[in-house]
């Protein structure tokens, strides 16, 4: 996909915003349908990603915060 942004010129600054970027080049027939579904699908899987590390940041917060000291490191 992002040999297609260059192509096309689109610049993002935000990465989760690639699949917007994406639909525009399917609309305007730069790239095909299975190339647009990919990025979707990895789109996807970064989000997924990005919750999971927030749900772990937060359950160490909360765990530090709780006075659970298994988390905490050794200084």
């Known amino acids: 996909m992002k040999e297609v942004e260059r192509g096309l010129g689109i610049r993002r600054a935000d990465p989760s915003m690639e699949h917007l ?8 027939g730069k790239i095909t349908a299975k190339q647009y579904q990919e990025v979707l699908r990895s789109a996807r ?3 997924e990603k990005r919750k999971q590390e927030l749900r772990r940041l ?3 917060i909360k765990d530090k915060l709780s006075g659970d000291d298994s988390t905490a490191y050794a200084v």
């Open 45 to 47: 899987a970064q989000e």
């Open 58 to 60: 937060f359950e160490d």
């Open 21 to 28: 970027s994406a639909l525009l080049a399917f609309r305007s």
